[in-house]
């Protein structure tokens, strides 16, 4: 937790206050407080530890009380737009053979296996159409709202 700290010069005058993690070994940052500035210091440590807490009791996004927010399609809803992607079940690809190589990169006789490169004359492929987020990054910030709350509701 982070909690107040008094400035003082050598002389013995009071500079005014900053904020220090517990058993850190320097400040959290130079920002000093005068006595006026009270209220915000007050305001900026609960924000701090607040955030702590909630850092603190943060879930994985495979957290069953996470998985269950995720799992209400009105919770957050993400924009789905309709998308073209490979049918695996229906399609087939066909890899161009290339020579095995020994170790010192000579090829070795009657042996092949798949290369990099797919044979489309060769190949099947077949395309679907499903709906995928409009904005992949949308699920990612939707997992993370979720996340948060629990962590809300956990401390």
């Not at 130079?30 to 210091?41: A, C, I, Q, S």
């Not at 009380?65 to 919770?75: G, N």
């Not at 095995?100 to 679907?128: C, F, H, R, T």
Request: hydrophobic residues 40%; charged residues 30%; without cysteine.
């Amino acid at each position: 937790m982070y909690g107040p700290v008094l400035i003082y010069k050598p002389d013995g005058t009071f500079i005014g206050h900053a904020i220090m993690a517990d058993g850190a070994p320097k400040l959290k940052s130079t920002n000093v407080y005068r006595e006026e500035e009270r209220p915000k210091l007050e305001e900026t440590l609960v924000q701090l530890n607040h955030g702590r807490a909630v850092r603190d009791q943060w879930p994985d996004a495979r957290d069953p009380a996470v998985e269950r927010i995720l799992a209400d399609p009105d919770w957050e809803s993400v924009e789905m737009v309709a998308s073209q992607v490979i049918d695996d079940d229906n399609s087939y690809l066909v890899w161009l053979k290339v020579p095995v190589l020994d170790d010192w990169g000579n090829p070795v006789p009657d042996q092949w296996q798949d290369g990099p490169n797919v044979d489309m004359e060769a190949s099947v492929i077949v395309y679907k159409t499903i709906m995928a987020p409009a904005r992949p990054s949308d699920v990612f910030e939707r997992t993370r709202k979720a996340q948060e709350l629990v962590a809300q509701q956990r401390i």
